[in-house]
């Protein structure tokens, strides 16, 4: 996985420069578009503006989720580690 991100972050930082050019030149020197929208369009939109909002929360939820039990992990492993401490400390053997 680390490196599929790595090769796209790649392609992202070398795709980047040549990006705003391109851009420059598309707003420059624009022409005209008679775009025809029918009354599906909308639709369209909505479908796509819910589904964006919707898969984003659940992304976020299952980040927060994944959060919180590294933190409560975490904390388990730190109250374990310092009861076992404490069970090694204390013996019920008098000290000589």
């Known amino acids: 996985m680390r490196r599929w991100r790595k ?3 790649c392609m992202v930082d070398s795709a980047l420069p040549l990006s705003f050019p391109a851009f420059v030149l598309l707003i420059r020197f624009r022409i005209p578009a008679f775009i025809y929208t029918d009354p599906g369009s909308g639709a369209l939109l909505w479908q796509l503006l819910l589904a964006s909002f919707f898969g984003a ?3 976020a939820r299952f980040l927060t989720r994944s959060i919180r039990e590294r933190v409560l992990s975490l904390k ?4 374990d580690g310092q009861a076992a401490e404490s ?3 204390s013996s019920s053997f008098p000290d000589n």
């Open 7 to 9: 090769v796209v972050t």
């Open 57 to 59: 929360a659940f992304y």
């Open 76 to 79: 388990r492993a730190k109250r």
């Open 87 to 89: 069970r090694i400390g």
